[in-house]
């Protein structure tokens, strides 16, 4: 009887992990953005003053966001362009893989758009300019991808088998430590529409992430409801691009129709 409460337990802990961790993967677009309710009362509090602008300088520092804000999307640019249909790559709301995709990125890397999420979140969060929402960040961002890179791993073991765990002994999960030198040629053309067509949102998500961060800076410093010309300026960018790729998406054949 106590070997078969054992198990019992075993298997619901089982079941509870991998549904948490499905619902993770699902709302892993979302989830994020609720450290931003925290970052507001912070950025009130530190209205006058920034970490990285004190330490670095604000050239230094708005270089550094820029470097990660591109490192981060180019990898995912170079994930999503190379992309087969229904392979280990990027899947919105479950699980698919007919494929185990081993080339590319994921010849260096297991997990490259992780990553790369990880570097722009990063750069995001040293434009907030709070030393310890970046640590408190790291620390979030390290457990919502350990939940759902475990759910990952386990549905790849099921789909292949040996395949899968002889590609990940020998491939980091997160950072490429080992280096280009294992680089593998992706099986597919690069498709910049492909790109495009995919990426367009995230590309409006952080710049209107720097864009309200910096609205919200001024605001608190002016102390009174304010914008500059910069900002009107650097808004209607984002609108034009944001919602003309949402059209050539929606009401035009300019992009691939799978994908």
């Known amino acids: 009887m106590h070997g078969q409460c054992n198990q019992f337990f075993s298997i619901s802990m089982r079941k509870l992990f991998e549904n948490s961790g499905n619902q993770l993967f699902k709302y892993r677009g979302q989830i994020p953005l609720l450290l931003f309710c925290v970052a507001i009362p912070l950025l009130f509090i530190d209205k006058n003053h920034s970490f990285f602008v004190s330490h670095l300088g604000e050239f230094t520092r ?13 990898t995912r640019f170079f994930v999503i362009g190379f992309r087969e249909i229904h392979t280990s790559g990027k899947n919105r709301d479950q699980q698919v893989a007919n494929s185990l995709n081993i080339s590319g990125m994921y010849s260096i890397v297991r997990h490259p758009l992780y990553l790369g999420n990880f570097l722009i979140w990063f750069g995001l969060f040293i434009w907030l300019g709070n030393a310890w929402f970046v640590l408190i960040g790291a620390i979030f961002f390290f457990f919502f991808y350990r939940g759902i890179i475990k759910t990952e791993n386990q549905f790849l073991v099921q789909q292949f088998g040996d395949k899968y765990h002889n590609w990940s002994s020998k491939t980091p999960a997160f950072f490429p430590l080992k280096g280009i030198s294992k680089y593998v040629k992706p099986r597919s053309n690069f498709s910049f529409k492909m790109v495009w067509k995919n990426e367009y949102p995230g590309i409006v998500s952080s710049l209107s992430t720097i864009w309200f961060i910096s609205l919200l800076r001024l605001m608190f410093t002016e102390e009174k409801l304010t914008i500059s010309v910069m900002l009107l300026l650097f808004a209607l960018a984002i609108a034009l691009f944001g919602f003309g790729s949402r059209y050539l998406k929606h009401k035009t054949n300019f992009f691939p129709e799978m994908g």
């Open 62 to 74: 708005n270089l550094l966001v820029v470097l990660l804000l591109i490192l981060g999307h180019f």
